[in-house]
């Protein structure tokens, strides 16, 4: 484990890092565009300079490995001023296009003109004119002007989706990054070239000028998939969300995120929800608020004994299965519950990537959870019950992602014949509004509004924050259920304490809650 | 004082043939060599204080040392790209004498233990791919080339691979690039090739001239290499002569050899009515010297360092006064801005600005600011990149604007040439 | 519709097996492929060759650009590249190209209307001490001067 001084500051690495690799570990600042963790090293844009004591020339931090000693410094003038010859050769060709970049905001060449310090072109002569609004594929457009050819998107085709349909043609500054004939780029994982390019030369159809960066607030959380469980980033604002990008998470993801994933978030928006809960009754169908259409439907839940199921999908947390089986069985009184398992027979396929059969993020902590409780019924048992009329009334808990729910219409049609339905539901879906009986339909949170944990396929739990609400009307299943159950409901803190948090921005917000102590009490609804 | 080390019988009708080749004594040094351990064969050639002849003049003895000293099978390449403007003693060499680099490489490929081998032609040189391709041939059918070699045990194929139009090719990680069937981009460097090259594993790249000149070392050993040339740039290296010069051609002269000299007596000096005005001494990459400069400079390594220029390749190109700087130095801009790889933003993007400059200036378009500017760029495209081709496109703008500048300001002022008359466009389109 | 032919396919096969590594391939079959065409690559012959050496399209493509050797677009029966680096611009090399391009009555990078002639500027070609000089095709022509050129060229069909 070599020992190293960048900076000034010593610091121990795994024995043949490089520079670069030393520094991003310790939390070092350099400017860079072609290297990236998860990809090969390429070397190209040669803006990572570094001064190693003893040699007299300006070296790059990606491809220099570090020896026993050795004294590294990105500070000095000398190495200053190559990086702003690097930056300057960068920007001679590039197209002045910010004003309509989606990439402003969070531009490599933004970032790093603004750091080297705003000066004035010296270039005068006429930039060279590339290919502009190039369609790629399905879901990416190429700028190659604005291109700078660091090659992390042709290394992500040909060593991550190992799909090659990236190539750089020509020579020089005539070099463009392009597909061939026939061959776009549409393989699972392409829009991740588009997080990677370090500029707005490769941009997103889905996001492409739908908003502006810095109107955009971000939340970590996971997706909900797959059991995969990515660890994602979501940005949004009081408009919804906008755009999914990964985190990076060296046990569960890496750096990557499927682009099937990525477009989920759609569901989630206001345009797509449940607002109001609605009752169908003698073929008309009310509208009314979650918690009066509860308390009705409390009245033929609570106590109902055996005559009652619990239909159960795997896209909740686990601490919502925790108290929805108790309340379930303590005041439902019911041990009817059953797991609506809908990729049973997939969940063990993998890409060899990141996708997986099972398109529920949380079936292992479903689970679980019905182990604990003691609750093995079958879907059979289901069917044979409200074949029989046994079953009266059957509560579900729906899937999030519709997307993936292939059983969905053949799973409401079976339900439908249950006398009185409870169907909670985050995201529209007509199905649901051509049911027969006696239904209601319950509007839920999405797991974006709420905290929690899933596990996933490998039995790794991952706990998640509330990202923020777009459907303040909604209950998440705890609510509900305590509803059901004839409870009133309280804002519970997760704890008496207050927690402290380090973003800014939510120490603002709680000193405004606290303040605002109406708004932290809501009484009954 | 031109001298026949290695072009002693080249002016024989058929001495690329085997026949004509063993007629002179062809392979005799092989089935020498064959005799010795590859380590005497080495350090032969490491007391020859022979440097490579393709341009960069590293000791090829001590290239060769960088190999791992293991039974790992490593590949022995020669770069007969021969792109460097200026150049074209490589292609003499395989026209009239294929066999003497074929046996250069086999004795080279027992001294560094490698069993296979590839000659990397140009493209362009389409005869003499043919050519090689005939007399690899011939070799094998005497056994000197395949298995147990002439029944010493040791094997070595050899195959000739032609290019298809590439200048950065020369650089030896773009020919192994080439050779792998990528584009000829280079690679970074560490690794190294002598630890990691042609398909990841050891390689040495030598020029045609390096490999050829190990047989006569061998021949006559390293001590009578040494008598020719100087003590620290031994032995003889072919210059190809050509520019504004009576007679040119391509000379093997010892190094150390005062150019003025080689310019006056093997290029018969000026045209009538013409003066000295400008010599590259070693291909365009190398910085260009002033008629009084060239009075100073010899023939060999160190003097033309001295001088702030370099030997390269030993292509010695003539300017008189007939032609105007500028517009040369136009004329290597647009070169480096066609052959850049690509791949590296100051190469990719200064080799382009440069040209752009150049071209502004050529039209009558310039600005006094360029003047400077041209030298800014340059500067910084020097040290920063995977390979040379960013130095060899900085430095003759650099030796060029700063030996020239009154030729370049007076374009600028006036619009047009100061010694030509006219902007470029009226030149040429 | 572009095809290869028999004796085409066999000898990019046989190049296939020639070399450590069937990618080392691509540059020799490219141009047995381009001598079937016309003496041009076309993207049917890319893909052609993609298909026939179970190499991705984009590879190969990427090779295809990346040489000057390879031509992107028709060019005459007689292909005149003229040298117009500095051992030929010192020796009258861009005046001969521009003379060739009057009396062949042809722009650079155009070929002429009967398809006989394409004519070119190109870097050095390693024949500086015999400049001025051209490559037609696969030959050199060299120590010429306006009037040796134009006998050559007007020579050849």
Redesign the interface.
């Given at each position: 484990m070599p020992k190293c001084t960048i900076n000034g500051q010593e610091i121990e690495v795994p024995a043949g890092s490089t520079i670069i690799e030393a520094m991003h570990g310790s939390g070092q600042h350099i400017a860079h565009y072609c290297w990236h963790p998860g990809l090969s090293v390429a070397g190209v844009c040669r803006l990572c300079m570094v001064e190693i004591e003893g040699n007299p020339r300006v070296q790059i931090a990606c491809n220099t490995a570090v020896t026993e000693g050795m004294k590294i410094n990105n500070t000095s003038a000398k190495v200053k001023e190559a990086a702003k010859w690097g930056l300057d050769f960068h920007l001679i060709n590039h197209p002045l296009d910010c004003p309509i970049c989606d990439q402003a905001g969070e531009c490599g060449l933004q970032d790093q003109y603004m750091e080297f310090g705003k000066y004035d072109p010296e270039m005068a002569e006429r930039k060279v004119k590339k290919h502009k609004v190039v369609d790629l594929g399905p879901t990416v457009v190429l700028d190659s002007e604005r291109c700078i050819l660091c090659s992390r998107c042709v290394r992500f085709t040909t060593e991550v989706s190992k799909t090659n349909e990236l190539g750089i043609f020509n020579r020089g500054d005539r070099s463009e990054i392009g597909v061939v004939e026939g061959k776009p780029l549409d393989n699972k994982y392409s829009v991740n070239t588009v997080d990677i390019c370090p500029v707005g030369a490769l941009t997103s159809k889905d996001f492409r000028f739908r908003q502006r960066v810095w109107y955009l607030k971000d939340a970590d959380t996971v997706c909900n998939g797959c059991s995969t469980g990515c660890n994602v980033k979501t940005y949004f604002n009081r408009e919804g969300l906008f755009r999914v990008k990964p985190v990076h998470n060296k046990d569960v993801n890496g750096y990557w995120m499927c682009d099937e994933g990525r477009n989920l978030y759609q569901y989630a928006n206001r345009e797509h929800r449940y607002v109001k809960a609605m009752h169908r009754e003698n073929g008309a169908w009310t509208e009314m608020t979650p918690g009066a259409a509860a308390k009705e439907i409390a009245k033929f839940v609570k106590g109902a004994g055996d005559k009652a199921a619990l239909v159960l999908t795997g896209q909740y947390t686990n601490e919502e299965y925790a108290r929805v089986l108790q309340l379930w069985s303590t005041e439902v009184k019911s041990k009817k519950v059953y797991h609506w398992n809908s990729h049973e027979k997939t969940a063990a396929d993998f890409d060899g990537l990141l996708i997986r059969g099972d398109k529920n993020p949380n079936t292992k902590g479903l689970q679980a959870a019905l182990q604990q409780h003691q609750l093995s019924g079958t879907w059979a048992e289901l069917e044979a019950g409200l074949q029989s009329g046994q079953i009266h009334t059957v509560v579900v808990a729906g899937p999030e992602n519709l997307q993936f729910a292939a059983d969905f219409e053949a799973k409401v049609a079976l339900i439908n014949k249950a006398k009185k339905v409870v169907w909670m539901q985050t995201a529209k879906h007509a199905a649901l509004e051509k049911m027969s009986t006696d239904v209601w339909i319950m509007p839920m949170k999405s797991y974006l509004e709420k905290d929690g944990t899933f596990v996933n396929y490998s039995g790794r739990a991952q706990n998640f924050k509330r990202v923020t609400t777009i459907v303040s009307e909604a209950l998440n299943l705890t609510e509900a259920m305590e509803l059901f159950a004839g409870n009133q409901l309280t804002i519970r803190p997760q704890s008496d304490v207050l927690v402290e948090s380090d973003r800014p921005a939510d120490r603002v917000r709680l000193e405004h809650r606290k303040k605002n102590e109406f708004v932290f009490r809501r009484g009954p609804l | 004082m031109e001298t026949k080390l290695l072009t002693e019988h080249y002016h024989v009708e058929n001495f690329h043939t085997l026949t004509g080749y063993q007629a002179k004594g062809g392979y005799e040094v092989l089935k020498k060599a064959l005799k010795l351990q590859p380590q005497q064969i080495i350090d032969e050639v490491k007391a020859s204080g022979l440097r490579g002849r393709g341009g960069a003049g590293f000791p090829t003895g001590t290239k060769w040392g960088f190999l791992p000293k293991n039974n790992e099978p490593r590949y022995l390449l020669c770069n007969a790209d021969e792109g460097e403007p200026g150049t074209c003693k490589d292609r003499v060499m395989m026209e009239r004498a294929p066999h003497q680099l074929i046996e250069g490489m086999v004795i080279s490929g027992h001294a560094v233990g490698s069993k296979k081998g590839y000659i990397y032609v140009r493209g362009e040189y389409v005869h003499v791919i043919r050519i090689l391709e005939t007399a690899v041939k011939e070799a094998y059918a005497a056994g000197f080339l395949g298995k147990n070699i002439l029944g010493s045990g040791l094997d070595f194929d050899l195959d000739v691979y032609g290019g298809a139009g590439a200048y950065i090719v020369g650089e030896e990680t773009g020919l192994i690039s080439s050779l792998e069937g990528d584009k000829g981009q280079p690679k970074l460097k560490p690794p190294f090739p002598a630890v990691q090259g042609y398909l990841r594993k050891p390689t040495i790249v030598n020029n045609v001239e390096t490999l050829a000149a190990v047989v006569p070392i061998l021949k006559d050993g390293a001590a009578a290499y040494r008598k020719y040339g100087t003590e620290k740039s031994p032995g003889t290296k072919l210059f190809s002569l050509s520019g504004n010069i009576v007679r040119p051609g391509n000379y093997e002269v010892p190094l150390g050899y005062s150019l003025s000299d080689f310019i006056q007596k093997e290029g018969g000096g000026m045209r009538p009515g013409r003066k000295l005005k400008a010599v590259i001494p070693g291909g365009s990459s190398a910085p260009v010297l002033t008629a009084d400069e060239v009075a100073k400079a010899n023939l060999d390594y160190e003097s033309l360092a001295g001088l702030g220029s370099m030997l390269g390749s030993g292509a010695v190109i003539v300017i008189d006064d007939s032609q105007c700087m500028v517009d040369l130095l136009g004329v290597l801009m647009h070169f480096y801005h066609h052959e850049s790889c690509g791949q590296c933003t100051p190469c990719r993007e200064g080799t382009g600005w440069l040209d752009k400059i150049l071209h502004s200036i050529l039209e009558g378009k310039g600005r006094l600011q360029d003047i400077d500017l041209l030298l800014k760029v340059a500067d910084n495209m020097k040290g920063r990149t995977i390979c040379a081709l960013s130095d060899a496109a900085a430095l003759p703008v650099l030796s060029f604007v700063t030996k020239f500048r009154d030729e370049f300001e007076y374009f600028v002022r006036e619009g047009r040439s100061k010694v030509k008359g006219k902007a470029h466009a009226q030149m040429h389109h | 519709m572009f095809q290869l032919s028999a004796s085409a396919q066999e000898k990019i096969r046989s190049e296939m097996k020639?070399?450590?590594?069937?990618?080392?391939?691509?540059?020799?079959s490219?141009?047995v492929a381009q001598k079937e065409n016309n003496g041009w690559v076309s993207?049917e012959v890319?893909?052609a060759l993609a298909k026939l050496m179970e190499i991705?399209?984009?590879?190969i493509?990427?090779?295809f650009?990346?040489?000057?050797?390879?031509n992107q677009k028709p060019v005459g029966r007689n292909h005149v590249q003229v040298c117009?680096?500095?051992?030929c611009?010192?020796?009258g090399g861009?005046?001969l190209a521009?003379h060739v391009c009057k009396e062949l009555k042809v722009g650079y990078e155009e070929m002429t209307d009967d398809g006989r002639f394409s004519v070119s500027k190109v870097?050095?070609?390693?024949?500086?001490?015999?400049?001025p000089m051209m490559?037609v095709n696969?030959?050199?022509y060299e120590n010429l001067t306006p009037e040796s050129a134009m006998n050559i060229l007007r020579g050849l069909k």
């Amino acid at each position: 484990m070599p020992k190293c001084t960048i900076n000034g500051q010593e610091i121990e690495v795994p024995a043949g890092s490089t520079i670069i690799e030393a520094m991003h570990g310790s939390g070092q600042h350099i400017a860079h565009y072609c290297w990236h963790p998860g990809l090969s090293v390429a070397g190209v844009c040669r803006l990572c300079m570094v001064e190693i004591e003893g040699n007299p020339r300006v070296q790059i931090a990606c491809n220099t490995a570090v020896t026993e000693g050795m004294k590294i410094n990105n500070t000095s003038a000398k190495v200053k001023e190559a990086a702003k010859w690097g930056l300057d050769f960068h920007l001679i060709n590039h197209p002045l296009d910010c004003p309509i970049c989606d990439q402003a905001g969070e531009c490599g060449l933004q970032d790093q003109y603004m750091e080297f310090g705003k000066y004035d072109p010296e270039m005068a002569e006429r930039k060279v004119k590339k290919h502009k609004v190039v369609d790629l594929g399905p879901t990416v457009v190429l700028d190659s002007e604005r291109c700078i050819l660091c090659s992390r998107c042709v290394r992500f085709t040909t060593e991550v989706s190992k799909t090659n349909e990236l190539g750089i043609f020509n020579r020089g500054d005539r070099s463009e990054i392009g597909v061939v004939e026939g061959k776009p780029l549409d393989n699972k994982y392409s829009v991740n070239t588009v997080d990677i390019c370090p500029v707005g030369a490769l941009t997103s159809k889905d996001f492409r000028f739908r908003q502006r960066v810095w109107y955009l607030k971000d939340a970590d959380t996971v997706c909900n998939g797959c059991s995969t469980g990515c660890n994602v980033k979501t940005y949004f604002n009081r408009e919804g969300l906008f755009r999914v990008k990964p985190v990076h998470n060296k046990d569960v993801n890496g750096y990557w995120m499927c682009d099937e994933g990525r477009n989920l978030y759609q569901y989630a928006n206001r345009e797509h929800r449940y607002v109001k809960a609605m009752h169908r009754e003698n073929g008309a169908w009310t509208e009314m608020t979650p918690g009066a259409a509860a308390k009705e439907i409390a009245k033929f839940v609570k106590g109902a004994g055996d005559k009652a199921a619990l239909v159960l999908t795997g896209q909740y947390t686990n601490e919502e299965y925790a108290r929805v089986l108790q309340l379930w069985s303590t005041e439902v009184k019911s041990k009817k519950v059953y797991h609506w398992n809908s990729h049973e027979k997939t969940a063990a396929d993998f890409d060899g990537l990141l996708i997986r059969g099972d398109k529920n993020p949380n079936t292992k902590g479903l689970q679980a959870a019905l182990q604990q409780h003691q609750l093995s019924g079958t879907w059979a048992e289901l069917e044979a019950g409200l074949q029989s009329g046994q079953i009266h009334t059957v509560v579900v808990a729906g899937p999030e992602n519709l997307q993936f729910a292939a059983d969905f219409e053949a799973k409401v049609a079976l339900i439908n014949k249950a006398k009185k339905v409870v169907w909670m539901q985050t995201a529209k879906h007509a199905a649901l509004e051509k049911m027969s009986t006696d239904v209601w339909i319950m509007p839920m949170k999405s797991y974006l509004e709420k905290d929690g944990t899933f596990v996933n396929y490998s039995g790794r739990a991952q706990n998640f924050k509330r990202v923020t609400t777009i459907v303040s009307e909604a209950l998440n299943l705890t609510e509900a259920m305590e509803l059901f159950a004839g409870n009133q409901l309280t804002i519970r803190p997760q704890s008496d304490v207050l927690v402290e948090s380090d973003r800014p921005a939510d120490r603002v917000r709680l000193e405004h809650r606290k303040k605002n102590e109406f708004v932290f009490r809501r009484g009954p609804l | 004082m031109e001298t026949k080390l290695l072009t002693e019988h080249y002016h024989v009708e058929n001495f690329h043939t085997l026949t004509g080749y063993q007629a002179k004594g062809g392979y005799e040094v092989l089935k020498k060599a064959l005799k010795l351990q590859p380590q005497q064969i080495i350090d032969e050639v490491k007391a020859s204080g022979l440097r490579g002849r393709g341009g960069a003049g590293f000791p090829t003895g001590t290239k060769w040392g960088f190999l791992p000293k293991n039974n790992e099978p490593r590949y022995l390449l020669c770069n007969a790209d021969e792109g460097e403007p200026g150049t074209c003693k490589d292609r003499v060499m395989m026209e009239r004498a294929p066999h003497q680099l074929i046996e250069g490489m086999v004795i080279s490929g027992h001294a560094v233990g490698s069993k296979k081998g590839y000659i990397y032609v140009r493209g362009e040189y389409v005869h003499v791919i043919r050519i090689l391709e005939t007399a690899v041939k011939e070799a094998y059918a005497a056994g000197f080339l395949g298995k147990n070699i002439l029944g010493s045990g040791l094997d070595f194929d050899l195959d000739v691979y032609g290019g298809a139009g590439a200048y950065i090719v020369g650089e030896e990680t773009g020919l192994i690039s080439s050779l792998e069937g990528d584009k000829g981009q280079p690679k970074l460097k560490p690794p190294f090739p002598a630890v990691q090259g042609y398909l990841r594993k050891p390689t040495i790249v030598n020029n045609v001239e390096t490999l050829a000149a190990v047989v006569p070392i061998l021949k006559d050993g390293a001590a009578a290499y040494r008598k020719y040339g100087t003590e620290k740039s031994p032995g003889t290296k072919l210059f190809s002569l050509s520019g504004n010069i009576v007679r040119p051609g391509n000379y093997e002269v010892p190094l150390g050899y005062s150019l003025s000299d080689f310019i006056q007596k093997e290029g018969g000096g000026m045209r009538p009515g013409r003066k000295l005005k400008a010599v590259i001494p070693g291909g365009s990459s190398a910085p260009v010297l002033t008629a009084d400069e060239v009075a100073k400079a010899n023939l060999d390594y160190e003097s033309l360092a001295g001088l702030g220029s370099m030997l390269g390749s030993g292509a010695v190109i003539v300017i008189d006064d007939s032609q105007c700087m500028v517009d040369l130095l136009g004329v290597l801009m647009h070169f480096y801005h066609h052959e850049s790889c690509g791949q590296c933003t100051p190469c990719r993007e200064g080799t382009g600005w440069l040209d752009k400059i150049l071209h502004s200036i050529l039209e009558g378009k310039g600005r006094l600011q360029d003047i400077d500017l041209l030298l800014k760029v340059a500067d910084n495209m020097k040290g920063r990149t995977i390979c040379a081709l960013s130095d060899a496109a900085a430095l003759p703008v650099l030796s060029f604007v700063t030996k020239f500048r009154d030729e370049f300001e007076y374009f600028v002022r006036e619009g047009r040439s100061k010694v030509k008359g006219k902007a470029h466009a009226q030149m040429h389109h | 519709m572009f095809q290869l032919s028999a004796s085409a396919q066999e000898k990019i096969r046989s190049e296939m097996k020639r070399y450590e590594t069937k990618e080392s391939a691509i540059i020799p079959s490219l141009f047995v492929a381009q001598k079937e065409n016309n003496g041009w690559v076309s993207d049917e012959v890319l893909q052609a060759l993609a298909k026939l050496m179970e190499i991705p399209h984009s590879r190969i493509h990427e090779v295809f650009k990346f040489y000057t050797m390879f031509n992107q677009k028709p060019v005459g029966r007689n292909h005149v590249q003229v040298c117009t680096n500095i051992s030929c611009a010192v020796n009258g090399g861009r005046e001969l190209a521009d003379h060739v391009c009057k009396e062949l009555k042809v722009g650079y990078e155009e070929m002429t209307d009967d398809g006989r002639f394409s004519v070119s500027k190109v870097e050095c070609l390693g024949s500086c001490t015999t400049a001025p000089m051209m490559q037609v095709n696969e030959k050199y022509y060299e120590n010429l001067t306006p009037e040796s050129a134009m006998n050559i060229l007007r020579g050849l069909k």
